[in-house]
């Protein structure tokens, strides 16, 4: 992909998400200006890049959007829910083309046609708002006399058809342009105009216009004419005056000859025509033909109104005799439409002259010392004039006129007017030959304190990028844990204990540098929840809409940062859990209004940092999770028994919605989808490393808090020794290790458990458990790793306790990749492979 | 006027032979596709680019160092084109240095306002490389 085009895809969508977020703040409170100004800044921006690349579609699209945002910004049309859903449409449109451009590099076929229905929905909004005074006016207008500015719209095929006939006829050549209004009760005068003019002969172009806006069918009398008629034709006026001999007073005719054909403004130009019309001045200029008609050829593919004047251009010179003035008339209106009126600034070459952009450059510099003499701002505005006026006449005249300037500079301050600088610079532009002047100027320069503020700097940098640094840091890591084993080596088999002491130390060092490294690293990743809630607003605005609930949703914390991979993964358990509230925990309004609530529902997203776990929370003030219910569904499903249901709390009850296969509506909806349930959620959230609780209360709504690790790049892993295997145990669950004599163990029943701090924690003997071989000598205690599961302690009876290590942990692959109650595989320093547990699914 | 001016083509030329290395550029516009834009076509023929996201960030980058020609956006965050400009007047340090203001906006009052606050010359956007070259090229033209 195009270098450029690639920067340009992530901005895009980050001005694009940037815009839907402000109009759906915008939405909810029309009156937020700043929200306003950000949409319209965010499309405006976009339209200004997206500009420098070939893709018309997308640009008018945003053109017509930023013309709708205009008038709404100048309260001209109201944002109702209608409008906010054509804009939404409209950013859709964007969004997808801008990930056909990221994969493709192009637009998909279809964007032309999809571009134009979008722009046609914006302009009928556009025309509906246009002032209804403004609009009889130009009906006015149009009502006084046809005249022949018809000929502007004149469809380009028949254009093109009428220019070639005239050019081949040659110079003195016109053809007719008739403007018939028939009389609305023409069909009852035996008129049939649409018949009539066919009669025409050498009809070029026939084209139909509406009267006056068109009213629905059922309002508008079938029986009256309600069109114009405009025809081009080669014939004589007398044969029109013959034809048309019973209607004469409502046709116009008159003779048009080429120029005048082509003498009508041509709206709007492509904002780079500027170059392109440049170019084609000074082909014709240089009365170099075959140069503009190469260049004409090169713009001819164009959809815009430089392609079509490169058509009729390519048109009048492949005639046998080319119309020159002709030519010349399609380019000077290129450049006297009022879009492209001359004024300083406009494009380097304005008409066919010698002008230069150094001659523009020291007009507009003209215009600027001419303007409010005397002024504060005047006077500041000066010197970058004298800078700019010295280095402009030095390419134009290869002269050094700064001394002058400067002078010149020096006097206009000191009057305070315009004058000695404008008489300096018609000097020095006059042929005559420079003035000598002496130069008597002091540096104008004095350091000032001017307050130094803070910008934000951002480095953009692809994902990817982060993540192959991550993964080296990962094996620098893993290198750098082979230390210890040298050490020990070169301790023990070598016998060089100060060599093992240096390695150590080396060893100390590196870990040190890896460990900032991985935190560097870790904090670039990491990124604002907030990235993942803003595409919130948009789903509760949808769903709410399609609901028919009334919905509003409170973001908090959304500035907390979590690593990136733990953001990605949250989005659909977070999208699930809210589709959930929206589909069955708010109700319908007027449920809500007979329960003695507040008809606006509200669902509040909130996240906050609590230690090393970001936590997500997911509250509504719905009609809560009633278990009884639950209990009752979870019988019918067969998850439990009677007896273990009615031996449920209710708090415990509300648990059971986690449980694979439950599903409360009774018909599924198509919101939360079916099958997906919250087990799913449970279960993606647990594989993170996280966990989540639900409180319910009925009639009151419900929470939902998710509590995950800050980052997913590098676990702490306890590793053990089970039956001479190294087992690692992910550290944020191990709470301590004991050793517990052999006389302090309990059974109860087959359950073994022991006495830590007053409080009786269960037993787990891992060599049963990983089904490996029983010790076969009696110990004399037993090395007892105490973790955290479901809030409660519990005792892993290991053969050893080894070290803890950090990891770069690896999710089982292939065969292994279902096998439950491993989290995942990591290497160690020394090549060996450490599985390591995941208790939850183990236990 | 016009008849004293020399023909494009020569004033092209000239432009050409003024440039001198190390002449610094500071383009201000939000859009980073745009700054690359920029950056592209400036370091092809032989500028120092330096670039700066809003207004803000263009003033500081004016405080750090030598800059030869402004080029600058009008909307952007937290300090516009305008405001940035009219700063930049208000500097003595910094009032001389030449600006280039772009935008899509094309009504004569927009050019007369990027006029007012402090511009030497106005593009229209989309920017083209070539006529955009060609005006960064005459405006650092500088004198031996």
Redesign the interface.
Known sequence: MD??LK??VP?ARDLLDKSSEALLTLEKNPADGEAINRLF?SV??????A??FEIPSFTKLLHAAEDILNLVREDQLALDPELVDQLLAGIDVLAHWVEWLHEKGELPNDAASVGERCVAVYRQRLKASAPAPAAAAVDEAAETGPGANWLATLPEADQLAAVRLLAELGNDARLLAIAYDPDPQCFYNGEDPLFTVKQMPGVLSVAMEWRQDWQTLCEGDPFSCRVRLRVLADASRDAAGELFRYVSEQVDVREVRLAELLSFSVTPLP??S??IV?QWR?DAADHDWMALANAAEQASDREDSIGSSARLIRTLLEAPNPPIDGVVAIIERLGASP?A?P???DS??RQL???????L?????Q??IA??PGSQ?WR??L??????L???V?????R?V?DELEQAFEATLAANAAEPLLTAL?QI???APAIAAEASVSA?????D?P???????L?VEQSRVDAIMDLVGELVVAKNALPYLARRAENEFGCRELAREIKHQYGALDRISQAMQGAIMHIRMMPVGTLFQRYPRLVRDLSRKLGKDIELVIEGEDTEADKNVIEALSDPLLHIMRNSLDHGIELPDERGAAGKRRTAQIKLKAFQEGDRVCIEVSDDGRGIDPAHIRRKAVEKGLIDEARAAGLNDRESVQLVFMAGFSTRDEASDLSGRGVGMDVVRTTVEHMGGDIALDSEVGRGTRILLRLPLSMAVTRVMMVEVADMLIGIPMDTVIETVRVPKGSLRRFKQAEMFTLREALVPLVRMRERLALPRHEAERDSEAVLVCRLYGAPIGLVVDDFNVGIEVVLKPMTGLLAGLPGYAGTAVLGNGQVLLVLNLKELL | ????????SA??A??RR?TWPGTRVLVVD?????R??CR?ILEKAGFEVIE???G??G??QL?QGTIDLIVV?V?M??MDGYEML?EV???????????VMM??K?K?ED?DKA??A?A?????????P??FL??VR???????
């Open positions: 270098h450029l920067q340009f901005e800044r405006h921006t976009l339209k200004g890049t500009g420098i904002a780079d500027e170059a440049a000074e879009e009126e004024r300083p600034g380097p070459v002259s010698e002008e230069s952009l150094g001659a450059v020291l007009q507009v510099q215009a600027i303007t409010e701002e500041n505005r010197a970058a004039v004298v800078e700019t010295g280095r402009v030095y390419v134009e005249f290869q050094d700064r018609s532009l006059s042929p104008a320069a004095a350091t000032v001017t130094r503020r803070d910008g934000e700097k951002v953009k | 006027m016009t008849n004293a001016l020399p023909t494009p004033a092209e000239g432009a003024f939000d859009a980073i596709t745009i690359l834009f592209q700066a996201i809003n803000l960030e003033l500081e405080l956006d909307n965050q937290k009219r007047r208000r500097q003595p340090v910094l009032s001389a240095i030449p600006a935008s899509t094309s004569p050019v006029y007012a402090g030497n010359y106005y593009l229209f956007k989309p920017i083209r070539e006529p060609a005006c005459l405006l650092t033209a500088t004198v031996q």
